[in-house]
């Protein structure tokens, strides 16, 4: 099963992508031939060149101060009694005729003098860099790759050695613009078309993205994707940076915490053939070196700013060609010496592991089981879900469909010991004290994460749509009557939509806890019996009518929490005391997101997660499929995910049955 991931923290961050009309339309690429060879270098040849509509596409636009403050009042309604929503009401009205009016003000005129970007692209790294928290559960998430269709490709030597050569292949296809340019077809009978392709390469690019609306083709933005390769995010005292070097050759691979590195490109920058990499990475895993005493890999799971410390006593004992080695890297492929054993097993694994074999700091890692079971774990400060699941979905299908190496191939007949560097790192005391105290801390930590999932079987997608019901409003609806089942109560819930419609655009958050959810949820927990199946059916279709609204106007950029995060940056940024508004218990209520919850389809991917965002939250990954329902769920101790699962479930159940005209089960 899988459900999905992005994840958002301090407040919100990633998620799935919406776009209007998802329903039916298609979400794919403009143009492409696919290369030929027994070494191709390339997944596609587009027609269109990769970035041809960056330039063009729309700016993210800045809320009205007025929609904002009503969306937000709307958000905290089913959250608060009367005395805190009036209280919460004069402050919004306070703020929006004094000094929200004017950083409002201050902020447009920004806006307008940084037409290159957008309003939200400049804070939103700085939060995620300045946060100090470890990316260990608290940013990173991580989807897991279906296995390979044909079995015996699973062995874990030839698929490493295919999704490695299939990644490099990416790479250069995204690095040579022959990438198709990512595209949302509302019409694809028009905009999907050869014809329409080879006519759209000839707009200038300052022009492409109307050429594309012409026939309602909706561009997304790409500016994230160099992020993908030769990238990490280096620990720096109060605020890490990000660091890309796309002249270096070479693939990290770790194997029982040791460290090895090798050129998957040639001196030419040619993917290097595929009977090499087979060869060093079988090289790496016959070498029988034992985990290193003082695992270095625990260091990226520490507090940023005492990594930073630590990073630099590395720097200053001798280490610092090995770290550049490591910082450069095209990616890191983590090779684990053990099978994945179930679904819990597998979150576990790909979401934290053992710390010893992993460097958290890469932008992506791509980690595989002794079974095949393959997954990626990707730093969350340099970009969002569009841009990995884009990467997932492409290197699923190449090393699928025209994989480098079959499972009777032979590795090619080269000297490995020289291709291959293993990294040697010099430690002193303080260095080992360090890696000590990491390792305390990442497994006390981790020992505290629970995980587990469920599959809904009896209907997804298809069923709901028949009823005229938006699938992601029921899964949203059945979280809020679960919570409620368990907890009786309506709490802060955060739902991630990609902006990626919009030059440099991130995401906006829907807030999934309305009235609507709120009153269905005390009449299907409460009082069923109270209801007829018709107004229960009633009930359920103004949720679904009034989320799709919150997810429509959140893709568009209309959203309330991306423009009071701004407001809140740009008061702090001109040494404004902070605004009443943000010192509100409410606003800090509706901040501590208890729900956080976040979804990607995709044929490619198997299961996915992250860890709750709060100490008493849940971390909520899912899918709604054509025929199920899948859930991804984890919980730190004093909230109880075995129960909530069981909830969701019965809600899932009462819901279907109301549509189905049946009464709720008791």
């Given at each position: 099963m899988?459900?999905?991931v992005?994840r958002?923290?301090?407040g919100?961050?990633?998620g799935?992508?919406?776009l209007?009309g998802?329903?039916?339309?298609r ?5 492409a031939?696919?290369g030929a060879?027994?070494?191709r270098?390339?997944?596609?040849r587009?027609?269109v060149?990769?970035?041809?509509f960056?330039?063009?596409?729309p700016?993210?636009p ?8 009503k ?10 009694d009367d005395s805190q929503?009036r209280k919460?009401?004069?402050?919004c009205?306070s703020?929006e005729s004094g000094l929200?009016?004017?950083?409002h003000?201050q902020?447009?005129a920004?806006d307008k003098q940084?037409?290159?970007t ?18 260990v ?5 991580f989807m897991?790759f279906?296995?390979?269709?044909k079995?015996?490709y699973?062995?874990q030597l ?8 299939s990644?490099?292949?990416f790479?250069?296809t995204l690095?040579?613009?022959l990438?198709?340019?990512e595209?949302f077809?509302?019409?694809p ?5 050869d014809a329409?392709?080879r006519?759209?390469?000839?707009v ?8 594309a609306y012409?026939v309602?083709?909706?561009p ?5 994707y160099f992020?993908?390769f030769n990238?990490?995010?280096?620990p720096?005292?109060?605020r ?7 002249k270096?050759?070479h693939?990290l691979?770790l194997?029982?915490?040791n460290?090895y590195v090798f ?5 030419d920058?040619?993917v290097?053939k595929a ?5 060093h990475?079988k090289?790496?895993l ?8 003082f695992?270095l890999?625990?260091?990226t799971s ?12 590395l720097?200053?004992n001798?280490?610092k060609e090995?770290l550049?080695?490591v ?6 492929l ?7 054993t179930d679904?819990?097993?597998?979150s576990?694994?790909?979401?934290h ?6 460097w958290f700091?890469?932008?992506f890692s ?5 079974d095949g079971?393959?997954a990626i774990?990707f730093?969350h ?7 990995v ?6 290197v699923?299908?190449?090393s699928?469909q025209?994989?480098a190496?079959?499972p009777?191939a032979q ?5 490995s010991?020289?291709?291959v560097q293993?990294l040697d ?6 260095l080992?004290?360090g890696?000590t105290r990491?390792?305390e801390k990442?497994?006390s930590t ?5 995980v587990?999932?469920?599959q ?10 028949r009823?005229k019901i938006?699938?992601?409003a ?5 979280f809020q ?5 368990q907890?009786g109560q309506?709490v802060?819930?955060?739902?991630s939509?990609s902006?990626?419609?919009?030059k440099?655009g991130?995401t906006?958050?829907v807030r999934p806890?309305?009235?609507?959810t709120?009153?269905?949820s ?5 009082e069923?019996?109270?209801s007829?199946?018709?107004?229960l059916?009633d009930?359920i279709?103004q949720?679904?009518?009034y989320?799709n ?8 950029g209309?959203?309330?929490d991306?423009h009071l995060?701004?407001l809140?940056?740009?008061a702090a940024a001109?040494?404004?005391p902070?605004p009443?508004?943000?010192?509100d218990?409410?606003y ?5 997101n208890i729900l956080?919850?976040?979804t990607?389809t995709s044929p490619?991917v198997n299961?996915?997660g992250f860890?709750?965002?709060?100490p008493?939250?849940f971390?909520?990954?899912?899918g709604v499929?054509?025929d199920?329902?899948g859930?991804n769920i984890s919980?730190?101790p ?7 699962l ?8 009462d ?10 089960r008791?």
């Open positions: 899988r459900a999905l992005v958002p923290r301090l919100p961050l990633p799935p992508l919406w209007p998802a329903g039916g339309t979400r794919r690429r403009l143009g031939e696919a060879g027994a070494e270098q390339y997944l596609q587009s027609v060149p990769t970035l041809h960056q330039p063009s596409l700016r993210l800045i809320p009205k101060l007025e929609d904002t403050m969306r937000y009042l709307s958000a905290q309604r089913p959250l608060l929503f919460t009401e004069q402050l009205r703020f929200g009016q004017a950083l003000a902020l447009v920004q940084n037409k290159h957008s309003y939200i692209s400049g804070p939103w790294f700085d939060m995620y860099l300045s946060a100090r928290d470890s990316v559960l608290n940013f990173n998430p897991s279906n296995p390979d269709p079995p015996d699973n062995d030839t698929r490493a050695t295919n999704l490695t050569v990644a490099v292949r790479m250069k690095r040579a613009g990438l198709e340019p595209v077809h509302l019409n009978a028009k905009s999907d078309t329409f392709k006519l759209i390469r000839l200038p690019s300052s022009l492409a993205w109307y050429g012409m309602n083709a909706y997304l933005d790409m500016s994230q992020r993908l990238s990490t995010r280096l720096k005292p109060g890490d940076e990000l660091f890309t070097n796309e270096e050759k693939l691979v194997r029982n915490g460290f050129d998957v490109l040639d001196q920058g040619n290097l009977a090499e990499v087979h060869a990475l090289y790496i016959s070498d029988g070196s034992p985990a290193p005493q695992p890999a625990y260091l520490e507090n940023r700013d005492v990594w930073a410390g630590l990073r630099q006593e720097l200053n001798g280490n090995a550049e080695k910082d450069s890297a095209l990616f890191c983590c090779l684990d010496g053990f099978p994945i679904l819990v097993h597998l576990h694994t790909m979401l592991g053992d710390g010893v074999n992993r700091d890469k932008s791509l980690i595989m089981a002794k079971n393959a774990n730093e400060s340099w970009g969002d879900g569009v841009a699941l884009r990467f997932f979905n492409e699923f299908k190449d699928t025209t994989p190496i079959t009777q590795p090619a007949p080269v000297d010991s020289k291709a293993k790192f010099r430690l002193n005391d303080i080992k004290a890696i990491a390792k990442f497994d981790v020992q505290t994460l629970t587990d999932s469920i809904f079987q009896r209907g997804g997608k298809e069923f709901l749509k009823h938006s699938p992601d029921v899964a949203q609806l059945a009557m679960a919570f409620f089942r907890y309506t802060a819930t955060y739902e939509c902006t990626a419609a919009f440099h991130r906006e958050t806890a309305s009235v609507f709120k009153k269905c005390e009449a299907f927990v409460r069923p019996s109270q007829s199946t018709d107004q059916r009930m279709a949720c679904s009518k989320h609204q919150l997810t429509k106007e959140a893709a568009m209309q959203g309330f991306r995060f701004a809140k940056y740009l001109e040494g404004h902070l009443d508004l943000y010192q218990p409410a800090g209520q509706i901040n501590h956080s919850t976040s990607l490619a299961i996915g860890a709750p965002v709060v008493d939250g971390g909520i990954g899912y499929h054509d199920w329902i859930c919980s730190y004093g909230r109880d995910v075995r129960e909530f069981r909830c969701v479930n019965k809600a899932l159940g819901i279907f049955d109301v549509l189905e005209g049946k009464p709720v008791s």
